[in-house]
């Protein structure tokens, strides 16, 4: 999008992959969907490491068409058109990353082509949230206690069954998009409107009422080989005042002692393996009650946008987790190996809603200071500036890194306070 330097797609200096280079996978080809801005940095690694991308979205001016090698129209959700794609193509793997809408297309693309790729179930678990509190449930992991609704009557009697305050969540949607909270009022005019705004984000017209809990808000990157789950970086959350449910911050690794994180760490995996997640980049979001307890939000087979895997998670931990992705789905072996813990912050800036957009007059120079990895507009020039309402509403972000937490936040805050954003009404 715009004020993005592309040499920063791919990273550069320690935080680029040791071991791309073009002559790894030369030859084979890469179906990749979607093409969006989260996307464009894993191409980019795809390419380094010699694939041939064909990138597949049906948007006309998807930002991974201009990075790929060759840009293929087409709607996600004709997985026939996508089969007869990857056939026309005989590419070796089908991948998408960022992303939960296209987990499971993926996963049935690889299938009919017979490729590597996640068990269709197991890809419908982890990005419908009633499949994946049920098996949740089923292991025993501590979660807020929910109801799948389907229609306004069916979200009355779940309201009246969990009592108040609860959390309303689209059954299969991202980027915290429908997601509310009923606190004191259980009308049904009140309910029904909650269940209409999620279920009108979720593709399959569902809705889900949980309990809310109460907590500090984390996030845990892992990658998993064999089935065998292993946890690279652990986060805690800030949220916007207004928006109880959209991050304003990321900070790695979280504020919590060595036995809370112990404890995160054990229940992200215990998580993954209720799930059945058998390889590939996760992603999961706890709450972390007073008594230093974890409780599973939701947790993805994929990496968490904002570049978190291809920025973030190397730069706190030494581990690559596209690369590695890439090399396990065309069969190769994969070693998780920490090389070290970092700090690093996510934070996420905001811009003067209702005016027009038109860059950074001290980009540069602030990019440059030490600690900077990255500097990203979801505007371009001259677009006006909307509200933020949920993460894909969200204006920009920063992203950090340092010795430890607390560097990183402070480099982090001071480019929020001295990045000169020019507006125009």
Known sequence: MSEIDTSLDVPAGPLRPAALDHSEFRGKRLLFLPGGQWQVPVIRIARAMGFHVVCADGTPHAPGFEVADEAVRIPLQDIDGLVELGRSRGVHAV????????????ARVAERLGLRGLPVPVADAVTNKGLMRQRAEAAGIPQPRFRVCRSAEEARAAVKDLGLPLFYKPLDAQSSRGVGRLVVDAEPLHVDGAFATAAAC????????????????????????????????ISDKEHFPNLPGVAKTLTYPAAFPREVLDRIARASEATVRAMGIPFGITHAEFMVDADGLPWLVEIAARGGGSRIPTHIVPAVCGFHPTP????????????VQRAHTRGAELRFLTFSAGKRFEGFSNLWEMRNLPGVIEIFSNYLPGERIGGIEDDRSRHGFVITAGAGRDEARAVAQHVEQSLHIVVKD
């Open 202 to 233: 979720s593709s399959t017209g569902g809705a889900i009422f949980e309990t809310c809990l109460t907590g500090i808000e984390c996030t845990v990157e892992g990658f998993v080989v064999d089935g065998e789950p292993h946890t690279l970086a």
């Open 95 to 106: 991948m998408t990353e960022q992303t939960d809408f296209a987990v499971p297309i993926v």
């Open 324 to 335: 590695a992705l890439l090399r396990l789905l065309m069969g190769r072996e994969v070693t």
